[in-house]
Each structure stands twice: as C-alpha cells, then as structure tokens.
Nanobody
Framework: QVQLVESGGGLVQAGGSLRLSCAASRSIFAIYPMNWYRQAPGKQREMIAGITAGGSTNYADSVKGRFTISRDNAKNTVYLQMNSLKPEDTAVYYC???????????WGQGTQVTVSS
C-alpha cells in the first residue's frame, strides 16, 4: 500500500495559477502511471491528467492546454501546474495510480481548489 498526500490547493481568482503536489509514501510509486482526478460538488470524480512511468502525458479536453502534469520520481511526487484557471475548475483534487477503471491505492484527503469569478 502507498499513502498519498495532496497539497497546494487554495482560493484563486479566475485566470490565476496554482501548482498542486501529490507525495507518495513509497519509492515503488516510480513504476506506476499516475493520474490527477477532481470531484466537484454534486459530480462524480473525473480523471483530468495522466502521466506514465516514462513521462508520457494525456489530458482531458477540459484542461488541455491549461494544465501540465509532471513527476519527480526521486521525490516520489507528481505535480499539476494549473494555469488560466476558471470557476468550473473548482473541485477537490486527488491523485492516484490507475488500474483499469479502478485505482491501486486508497484515496488521500485531496486538496481543495476554489476559483472565484
């Protein structure tokens, strides 16, 4: 089992930027692909960005061109740089390693991102 701790959220005005971090408790993290997910109030959790162990990335259309996922395996950490934030980006953000439609590890507490208009 790997524990995940997300951080870096906050309140920001529309058009602003935030950088989220997700720290994993074990170095085995490095061999897993990692995704960022978000869950807005009253909505299902959705995947928004992914990065393979080798560094290839993919994004949901809703964030493509605005968000950038990266990882530092030496620090057991995955990042999400979020630019040009919109009010509809308001959500709790989580990271995890995908396993088909499921995930490998227990969810962390997430980090709240609130974008004001």
């Amino acid at each position: 089992q790997v524990q995940l701790v997300e951080s870096g959220g906050g309140l920001v005005q529309a058009g602003g930027s935030l950088r989220l971090s997700c720290a994993a408790s074990r170095s085995i993290f490095a061999i897993y692909p990692m995704n960022w997910y978000r869950q807005a109030p009253g909505k299902q959790r959705e995947m928004i960005a992914g990065i393979t162990a080798g560094g290839s990335t993919n994004y949901a259309d809703s964030v493509k061109g605005r968000f950038t996922i990266s990882r530092d395996n030496a620090k057991n950490t995955v990042y999400l740089q979020m630019n040009s934030l919109k009010p509809e980006d308001t959500a709790v953000y989580y990271c995890n390693a995908p396993r088909g439609i499921e995930v490998w590890w227990d969810w962390g507490q997430g980090t709240q991102v609130t974008v004001s208009s």
